[in-house]
């Protein structure tokens, strides 16, 4: 009998002769209550388990990071003491007032040409001034200064029959026109006394009989007037007959304001800090670039340097992830929520940082008062071994590396291969302004239709100082001018010639607050495009329209022209706003100065410019008669 040799159990297996035969295990639970309190708690009753899962998690891998203990750093600041704005020379910088105000102020205006504007701040001016002839007890005497005053620098009221191009705004806008014939020969024009007094002129020049008791007295007043008119709003310094704005940082041709600081170094030398386009509002350290230009000088030496020892602490923020396995996080900071794009690099290494590398971050203290620059020299940290590690900047290396990555730190203007900057710029700002209404808003917009940029005079300045929409003050003035015209010549009755159905129209009206802008070459360029300020004829003269702001009428009066760079005005346009600014320094100082600020505009616009229209001929009137304005 032949004996067949043992199946052999693995062969069976691998060559499925009983299929019948499992090779795996179900274990399945059968609850017993519906109570899942105890399920919920997670608890672990084997110390094996836990310590699979340590492994598994790698959080038996060694390394030599040991968590920090202490940090010992040097720090080297320096206060910026000079100050320069575009086209002007270095001067001091003044430590009694924000950086916002000696970089944005501007020098109200109380005149366009010969006509007469800001009479709430004239009759301010006048109002201080008896204020002080009142205090000094100069007022209710025989000799009646408060009325040799009054008629000294009284306040003429135009002649509405009769008026001069420079009386328009006053008569045309009927609160203005009320407001004038209030004060008229009531009340002094006090910015006339302060520009004599402050051109090297006596208060008491032009009065009569002024006992030489009294004149003393009168001339120190003067100086009163000027001190405080000159406190109480900011100003620019430094106006001569070539540059009437002074030292203003404003430039008008970029829209923007440009000006620099520069404060001493450690181991001598000098850092110049340029912004190039500050728009105006917050001001802050991501306004400044370093600038390897010409030094300004005359700075003063660096403060004395500080070193510390300071414990590190961990980085905690609302949502971050816990360090324990069963500790749930914050549900209020919902991660998952975020949702970046592919290419969106600043989400992604946000969440990156909040998910991944959170714990590793620590924060030490650095307490540097505002308005320094400080030169990071040493940052030595000590971990719970007992070993000391040299930190160096992240951002140490070539400034043109562009796989160089920082945070909180300079740029250098150029593109030659220098060495990064990685001190810190602290500028001497104000946390808080306070804005005061629009007194100018302007919006620059393209019309493509027309080849042309319209500077929108949305808000405008009244005599009275107080701001109005510009289209209605635009259309008062209109109105008022053709009731003039009508006035100056009256039509007379005659017989009225045969009239055509149409007409021709050589070219529609637009409103008088719409100024173009037309592009033309930039000088000894013929590739280069800027956009030059012209003017819109009359709908009632034909004489060119004159714009009513500031920021439009730069140079007109001096019978310049204005010319803005093309790439001032985007595809979205450009918002430029005039307004004073309030704030408090640090020792307690009130602060207010005028400004102008840049924002984004609402894009392009149309204005409906047409030429060799076919319009309907209107119907027949009846003939204007002279009458009363």
Not at 44 to 69: H, K
Not at 280 to 297: C, I, N, Y
Request: charged share 25%.
């Amino acid at each position: 009998m032949n004996e067949s040799a043992p199946p052999s159990f693995d062969a069976e297996l691998a060559g499925r002769a009983h299929p019948t035969v499992g090779v795996w295990n179900r274990l399945e639970g059968r609850p017993r209550t519906t109570d899942f309190d105890r399920a919920l708690r997670a608890e672990v009753r084997d110390p094996l388990w836990m310590l699979t899962r340590q492994w598994q998690l790698g959080e038996f891998r060694g390394t030599d990071g040991g968590s920090p203990v202490t940090a010992t750093y040097s720090v080297a600041p320096s206060r910026p003491t000079r100050f320069r704005s575009h086209g002007s020379p270095a001067e001091d910088l003044p430590t009694d007032r924000p950086l916002e105000t000696v970089a944005e102020r501007r020098r109200p205006p109380f005149a366009f040409g010969d006509e007469e504007i800001a009479f709430d701040l004239r009759l301010m001016l006048g109002h201080r001034w008896l204020k002080l002839l009142g205090q000094a007890g100069l007022l209710g005497q025989v000799l009646d200064f408060e009325g040799q005053y009054i008629d000294k620098y009284s306040i003429a009221l135009p002649d509405p029959n009769r008026p001069q191009d420079e009386d328009i705004s006053r008569l045309a806008h009927p609160e203005v026109w009320a407001m004038m014939q209030t004060v008229a020969g009531r009340r002094m024009d006090g910015y006339r006394l302060y520009l004599h007094v402050k051109g090297g002129g006596d208060a008491d020049d032009g009065i009569e009989t002024v006992p030489l008791l009294h004149h003393a007295r009168l001339v120190n007043l003067g100086k009163r007037l000027v001190a405080w008119f000159d406190g109480l709003i900011d100003q620019p310094t430094g106006a001569t007959a070539a540059r009437p704005d002074g030292n203003a940082a404003w430039d008008p041709r970029r829209l923007e304001h440009r000006f620099s600081v520069s404060a001493s170094v450690p181991g001598g030398g000098e850092k110049v800090l340029t912004a190039q386009e500050y728009p105006g509002g917050e001001l802050d350290w991501h306004a400044f670039s370093v600038d390897p230009g010409p030094r300004l000088g005359g700075t003063k030496p660096p403060e004395k340097t500080l070193s510390r020892t300071v414990f590190p602490a961990p980085v905690r923020y609302s949502g971050m992830p816990l360090p324990r396995w069963w500790a749930l996080e914050d549900g209020r900071t919902n991660f998952a929520a975020v949702r970046p794009d592919s290419t969106d690099l600043a989400r992604l290494i946000f969440l990156e940082f909040a998910l991944v590398f959170s714990n590793d971050w620590y924060q030490i203290p650095c307490d540097l008062p505002a308005g320094t620059v400080a030169t990071i020299r040493g940052l030595v940290v000590t971990d719970v071994f007992g070993a000391k590690l040299w930190v160096t900047p992240a951002g140490a290396g070539d400034d043109e590396d562009w796989q160089r990555w920082s945070m909180f730190t300079l740029d250098t203007i150029g593109d030659d291969h220098v060495p990064a900057d990685t001190d810190l710029l602290l500028p001497p700002s104000v946390p808080k302004v306070a804005d005061g209404p629009v007194l100018e808003e302007v919006l620059l917009i393209r019309d493509e239709n027309a080849n042309l940029v319209w500077g929108i005079e949305q808000t405008v300045r009244m005599p009275t100082g107080e701001p109005r929409r510009g289209g209605e003050a635009a259309a008062e003035v209109v109105a008022f001018r053709k009731r003039l015209a009508e006035h100056a010549t009256p039509v007379l009755a005659e017989e009225d010639p045969p009239r055509a159905p149409i007409s021709y129209v050589a070219m529609n009206s637009i409103p008088e607050q719409w100024i173009p802008f037309i592009p033309v070459h930039v000088a000894g360029d013929n590739r280069e495009i800027q956009l030059q300020r012209a003017a819109m004829p009359s709908a009632v003269d034909g004489r060119p329209v004159r714009p009513r702001t500031t920021l439009l009428r730069q140079g007109f009066d001096d019978g310049k022209q204005y010319f803005i760079n093309e790439e001032e005005v985007p595809q979205a346009g450009t918002r430029l706003a005039v307004s004073y600014n309030r704030t408090r320094w640090r020792d307690g100082r009130v602060v207010v100065w005028l400004s102008a600020r840049r924002g984004a505009g609402r894009g392009e616009g149309s204005s409906g410019l047409a030429f060799d229209i076919l319009a309907d001929t209107p119907p027949e009137t009846s003939p204007s008669l002279p009458g009363a304005l």
